[in-house]
């Protein structure tokens, strides 16, 4: 039996609920993402409708047998955004529950190692993300970041500059996914974002940027440049947004 998801967080937990109470086979069933699944001969499905209380009690349940670090990891690694991530998670929750309270730290585990490394693949870019965003005022007193990570990271940055910026305006825009995270001052929210006028810089912040271009190509030494080495630390697509590598003043 496959079991199809609408693609929410909630609407997987649903089918989390779903396959435990219908004693769904690890080896033989699935939870895949509606969206892009192919019809396979012989084989039924099943839709599954979300349900908040459904959900509820499966994200209860995850927080009261692994604790917070254990929710963490089941919610980064839908982050990751694998349309595999429901299977992926049904089979790692059969197998925690086996081995109860630590189970996430048995990574030697083929289950837990599988959702395991999507956790980890979101939580090193988040953490990379909390460095390289770059805010850029606009005229209208907000300031602006935008970017394309890898993985939809914008509900994880969200509350960290909610906290640090909490006396500016700002915006975070994933632009690949046409998403955003506000903050009016009091609180955050999501929101899409459908399309974006061209973007105008306080003359402050235009003066800035031309001034750190400028330091940014005064310091280099041109004998020592290595890109190779550079995108070790840095990788090139992560480059596009970055004020030294791209220059705006409109």
Request: net charge neutral.
């Amino acid at each position: 039996m496959d079991y199809l998801h609408d693609g929410s967080f909630e609407g997987v937990l649903t089918g989390i609920y779903l396959m435990f109470h219908n004693k769904a086979s690890v080896e033989k069933d699935q939870l895949l993402y509606a969206k892009t699944y192919q019809m396979k001969l012989w084989c039924s499905y099943q839709m599954v409708i979300c349900d908040r209380d459904q959900a509820y009690k499966v994200a209860r349940s995850i927080m009261d047998t692994f604790g917070e670090e254990g929710f963490k990891v089941v919610l980064y690694s839908y982050l990751y955004e694998s349309p595999d991530y429901g299977t992926l998670l049904f089979k790692f929750l059969k197998r925690a529950y086996k081995l109860g309270c630590n189970a996430i730290e048995c990574l030697s585990d083929e289950a837990i190692f599988n959702l395991y490394k999507c956790y980890r693949a979101v939580a090193r870019e988040s953490h990379l993300m909390l460095g390289l965003l770059r805010f850029a005022q606009l005229d209208q007193d907000i300031y602006y970041a935008q970017y394309e990570p890898t993985y939809d990271l914008t509900g994880i940055l969200a509350p960290h500059f909610a906290e640090r910026l909490k006396d500016q305006l700002w915006v975070i825009h994933d632009t690949k996914r046409g998403i955003g995270a506000f903050y009016d001052g009091i609180k955050w929210f999501l929101q899409s974002i459908e399309a974006y006028e061209q973007l105008k810089f306080s003359e402050e912040e235009a003066k800035y940027q031309e001034l750190w271009k400028r330091y940014f190509d005064h310091i280099a030494i041109t004998e020592r440049k290595n890109p190779k080495c550079q995108m070790n630390f840095m990788p090139k697509k992560y480059w596009k947004f970055l004020t030294e590598k791209t220059f705006k003043n409109d």
